[in-house]
């Protein structure tokens, strides 16, 4: 019989860190969430500890600690190498986490643990190929080849948001020097461009109606109006579905998976982005892969960051563990 297990899941993000209890079943028990402290890498790290001190407090002893964070993550050390929204750089946080609390650690980057969540516990549970996506102000990317997480040689493999679409394409976001990324036409962010642009460019329609009364028009407005038919809205978010599904033609080309997994706060309107998707797979990738592929909505939402730190802590640090159970149907 299989040990209970009792994981602290820490999901730490570019603007909230969310803690938990949660079980071996991937459940979750208990949990907090604040606003992350950014002001300093001591006042962010102080943060860290008295909201695990509280938890602690609260759950009693744990098994083991995952962790899941906004950053760039060296797995085998450990250590955040370096964070775009957090004030973190060069952090060894499992070794400070695993001495402070006596429990084993893992710590990794979000998209990794949110591929974890959904290989274990979700949409892409009993597939020992999958490739996961999430939409966020980026693209974040996971691949699970035979069975387990693939890393590559220091932790930074499946930036698959930075496959190439259009090698003339934009200037990508942020620390990439590439231009024409899938990022640049699939992301929260491009989505918050295609709905202001429309809202200008089309004063007459929803979108530009929203505008002119001073609503807030980005991404999030472009997928409620799809959610509820508006044509123009479901036009302009086919059309970033297409894109999304040019980047996967050329995954599915190359890792052959079972299933691709979109999930993130960006795919609410996944019924839309994913149609577009599979009809571009299906038109442009290769045979046998595009007839094997399922594109599926992620099972987590906002929940993804703590259930995955939690599977992370399950698949690293208790590995007699099987890595996934059971089958999807
Ligand atoms: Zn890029």
């Given at each position: 019989m299989r040990h209970a297990r009792a994981i602290m899941g820490v999901d730490l993000g570019g603007t909230k860190l969310a803690v938990g209890l949660?079980?071996?079943?991937?459940?979750?028990?208990?949990?907090?969430?604040?606003?992350?402290?950014?002001?300093?890498?001591?006042a962010c790290l102080a943060d860290i500890y008295r909201r695990l001190d509280e938890a602690v407090a609260a759950y009693g002893p744990v098994d083991a600690i995952g962790v899941g964070t906004a950053s760039m993550v060296d797995f085998r050390a450990g250590r955040i190498v370096l964070s775009t929204n957090l004030p973190l750089r060069d952090v060894r946080l499992r070794d400070l986490l695993a001495a402070r609390y006596r429990v084993p650690v893992a710590v990794?980057?979000?998209?990794?643990?949110?591929?974890?969540?959904?290989?274990?516990?979700?949409?892409?549970?009993?597939?020992?190929?999958?490739i996961m996506l999430t939409l966020g102000t980026g693209i974040g990317g996971g691949i699970i080849a035979g069975g387990r997480l693939y890393r590559g040689v220091?932790?930074?493999?499946?930036?698959?948001?930075?496959?190439?679409?259009?090698?003339?394409g934009p200037r990508c976001q942020g620390a990439c020097p590439n231009s024409g990324c899938l990022e640049v036409y699939a992301s929260g962010r491009a989505m918050n461009r295609a709905a202001l642009d429309t809202a200008r460019a089309r004063p007459d329609s929803t979108l530009g109606r929203a505008l002119a009364a001073g609503e807030e028009v980005g991404g999030p407005l472009l997928s409620r109006l799809a959610l509820a038919?508006?044509?123009?809205?479901?036009?302009?978010?086919?059309?970033?579905?297409?894109?999304?599904?040019?980047?996967?033609?050329?995954?599915?080309?190359v890792f052959n998976p079972e299933v691709v997994v979109v999930g993130g706060g960006a795919a609410q309107a996944a019924d839309v982005l994913l149609g577009a998707a599979r009809r571009v797979v299906a038109a442009r990738a290769l045979q046998p892969?595009?007839?094997?592929?399922?594109?599926?909505?992620?099972?987590y939402g906002p929940d993804a960051g703590?259930?995955?730190?939690?599977?992370?802590?399950?698949?690293?640090l208790f590995p007699d563990r099987p890595a996934a159970?059971?089958?999807?149907s």
């Open positions: 949660i079980d071996g079943e991937l459940e979750i028990r208990d949990r907090s969430v604040a606003p992350a402290v950014t002001t300093s890498i001591e990794d980057n979000d998209a990794n643990v949110a591929c974890l969540a959904e290989h274990l516990r979700g949409a892409g549970r009993g597939a020992s190929e999958m220091s932790g930074a493999a499946g930036e698959l948001g930075h496959i190439v679409i259009d090698c003339d038919g508006d044509p123009l809205a479901v036009e302009v978010l086919d059309g970033i579905g297409e894109k999304l599904g040019v980047g996967i033609a050329s995954m599915v080309n892969q595009r007839d094997e592929v399922r594109i599926v909505q992620a099972r703590l259930v995955g730190a939690a599977a992370l802590a399950l698949v690293e159970e059971g089958s999807p």
